[in-house]
């Protein structure tokens, strides 16, 4: 079957391979170089966060953490912006793998086809070093245009992880710090045509964590569970509307809860590291609970590891009344 590849099959292939070379050449040069214009934009905020770091290392006080926040966001988007350039990438080289494996067959049988050694030899040495460069293009394409200031993930947004360890340069900032100044999260809990609401806010754009809000009051807990997924700065939810059930009371064991004690669980989706910080509250006039970081504290509770190994996003509530313990799901608005 092979030796029935002749000349014409193996013009008809250089005629293709040349179109197609040329197409991937052209596209990947002006891909290449936006790409490189997004690397330079984000490596700038880079410089600008980690020189900011670097010169407060020895006076942390004096660091104007809310000047971070907005390049490290900056940064995020450049580098997300590059989603088309590495699908086009990936499509070049799926095409030049194909190639390759078109080009083993034509020039096997069209070197089988020749007459002397010479010509076997001549035809096969020259294909493969056409297949290396095939094979070798999309690799040196990586290299030149590899950042290695922020990794991203599969879904091409920043993990909590990773942003932890790039504002943790020289171990200027603890992870403590790093979440309470520059992470800051807060949630607004209301109620709103019998339904509660919630707005959970993060300073950074960052996905891949979970997050537990415990309040108590007595023997009664509240636990407000959320499996942030979206790495917008604010996150909206909602209690599930059914018809005849009422959240008042729900409501109301939140704000009562609220004014005692309460504790916030992050943990890392990756690594089920946590941390815990003590919450601070406040009640607004139109009835609103706001909820923020307060200090740091390093307190286990079973309950709250057995919800984050759920990953599910909820309010789940505990009382020693029979029948006390309920969970209510939440949505995303």
């Known amino acids: 079957m092979i030796k029935s590849i002749d000349s014409y099959s193996v013009e008809y292939l250089s005629w293709i391979t040349a179109i197609v070379v040329?197409?991937?050449?052209?596209?990947?040069?002006?891909?290449?170089?936006?790409?490189?214009?997004?690397?330079e934009k984000a490596n700038d905020f880079v410089e600008k966060i980690r020189s900011?770091?670097?010169?407060?290392?020895?006076?942390k006080d004096d660091l104007p953490y809310n000047e971070l926040v907005?390049?490290?966001?900056?940064?995020?988007?450049?580098?997300?912006?590059?989603?088309?350039?590495?699908?086009?990438?990936?499509?070049?080289?799926?095409?030049?793998y194909v190639l390759v494996i078109l080009w083993f067959f034509g020039s096997l049988g069209y070197a089988l086809n020749t007459d002397t050694l010479i010509e076997k030899i001549f035809i096969m040495v020259g294909s493969f070093i056409l297949m290396g460069v095939f094979i070798y293009i999309p690799e040196i394409i990586k290299v030149f245009n590899k950042n290695k200031s922020l990794m991203m993930t599969d879904k091409n947004k920043c993990s909590f992880n990773e942003a932890l360890s790039f504002?943790?340069?020289?171990?200027?900032?603890?992870?403590?710090?790093?979440?309470?100044?520059?992470?800051?999260?807060?949630?607004?809990?209301?109620?709103?045509?019998?339904?509660?609401?919630?707005?959970?806010?993060?300073?950074?754009?960052?996905?891949?964590?979970?997050?537990?809000?415990?309040l108590e009051k007595n023997n009664e807990k509240i636990y407000i569970c959320l499996d942030i997924d979206n790495d917008t700065q604010m996150l909206k939810y909602s209690t599930e509307q059914n018809i005849g059930q009422s959240f008042e009371g729900l409501f109301e064991s939140i704000k009562n809860c609220s004014k005692t004690k309460g504790y916030i669980y992050i943990f890392d989706n990756n690594t089920a590291e946590k941390n815990v910080f003590k919450l601070s509250n406040t009640h607004?006039?139109?009835g609103i609970i706001n909820l923020s970081l307060k200090d740091y504290n390093n307190i286990t509770n079973i309950s709250v590891t057995r919800l984050f190994e759920r990953k599910?996003?909820?309010?789940?509530?505990?009382?020693?009344?029979?029948?006390?313990?309920?969970?209510y799901s939440l949505t995303k608005k």
């Open 70 to 96: 907005n390049p490290f966001n900056k940064l995020i988007h450049a580098l997300s912006n590059n989603h088309v350039y590495k699908l086009t990438l990936k499509f070049f080289e799926i095409i030049l």
């Open 22 to 39: 040329g197409t991937i050449t052209l596209t990947t040069i002006v891909f290449t170089h936006y790409n490189e214009r997004a690397i």
């Open 312 to 327: 599910t996003s909820l309010i789940k509530r505990k009382s020693p009344s029979p029948n006390g313990d309920k969970e």
């Open 167 to 214: 504002f943790g340069y020289k171990n200027v900032l603890t992870k403590k710090e790093i979440i309470k100044n520059i992470m800051n999260p807060t949630l607004n809990i209301s109620i709103n045509n019998n339904h509660i609401e919630i707005e959970y806010n993060q300073g950074l754009e960052m996905v891949d964590y979970f997050v537990i809000f415990e």
């Open 52 to 59: 900011s770091l670097y010169m407060h290392k020895d006076n």
């Open 284 to 286: 607004t006039e139109d």
